[in-house]
């Protein structure tokens, strides 16, 4: 029968059904006239996790149309990958590394979040609405969902492999290079707004008395109002991020 042989990087390995094995080839049998993108999701591999599909050294398309015998390359987005530079699987870069998030990895939103990172987290979506807001406002769908990834209307998500929050942030931040854009203490928790300064005499009569006592560095949410300062929370934040940066250090 006529096939074609793929070799798969280690993070697409890691994607495979269990059926086939951590292989790193796989014979593919040619059965029928598909797109590497038909072949590659048969495999339960979702299109955007796929970085560079490689024939004889050269990048072949997500349409692509193999024929019999041809010996494919198939590699997964490296560390630091920089979504505002075109490939050939993705000629239409973003402008900017912003992120929707799926509610099966909801409390990664929030760390995002705490990290001054863009992240838009609406809960109450329908697959389908997230799948079209995600795509209309340009954003990275982050989400541990295959059957959402798989919609034809995302080129950009990531499926999540971490299963604890704090290791999903430290993936997504190594993954998209996003190191040098963490900013504490500047974008609201509940709401993605970004923070703006405000005195303390103008806020005194909504703090506790200890707040009151000790904190005098402070921000105020202009969406919905919420105030943060740099205390006991922000010391929270500062932690997580602490651990996120060491852990890369290490690295
Ligand atoms: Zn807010």
């Known amino acids: 029968m006529d096939s074609l042989t793929l070799d798969l990087d280690k993070g697409l390995q890691q994607l495979l059904a269990r059926t086939l094995g951590n292989e790193n080839r796989i014979v593919y049998p040619l059965t029928r006239r598909a797109s590497i993108k038909d072949i590659i999701e048969s495999l339960h591999i979702p299109h955007t996790e796929v970085g560079a599909i490689v024939l004889n050294g050269a990048e072949k398309p997500f349409h692509h149309i193999p024929a019999a015998g041809e010996h494919l390359v198939l590699y997964s987005f490296p560390a630091g990958t920089d979504v505002t530079r075109p490939t050939v699987l993705r000629p239409e870069p973003l402008t900017a590394c912003t992120f929707m998030v799926d509610i099966n990895v909801g409390k990664l939103a929030r760390l995002l979040r705490m990290a ?8 109450q979506q329908s697959e389908a609405d997230l799948a079209l807001h995600a795509v209309a406002d340009n954003r990275i769908l982050l989400s541990r969902n295959r059957d959402l990834l798989r919609r034809k209307i995302i080129t950009w998500a990531h499926l999540v492999r971490a299963e604890q929050p704090e290791e999903q942030l430290l993936e997504v931040i190594t993954l998209f290079g996003l190191q ?25 009569h909504r703090l506790e008395p200890l707040t009151r006592k000790y904190y005098h560095i402070f921000r105020r949410c202009p ?3 919420r105030i943060y ?12 991020m602490e651990q996120v940066l060491s852990t890369m250090h290490k690295e």
């Not at 854009?181 to 970004?194: A, D, G, K, Y």
């Open 229 to 240: 300062w740099q205390g006991s929370h922000q010391q929270h934040m500062g932690e997580t």
């Open 180 to 204: 040098e854009m963490i900013r504490p203490f500047s974008r609201c928790l509940e709401c993605n707004t970004m923070l703006e300064p405000v005195r303390k005499s103008a806020i005194l």
């Open 223 to 225: 969406d919905c109002d």
């Open 116 to 123: 001054g990172i863009d992240t838009r987290y609406d809960p």
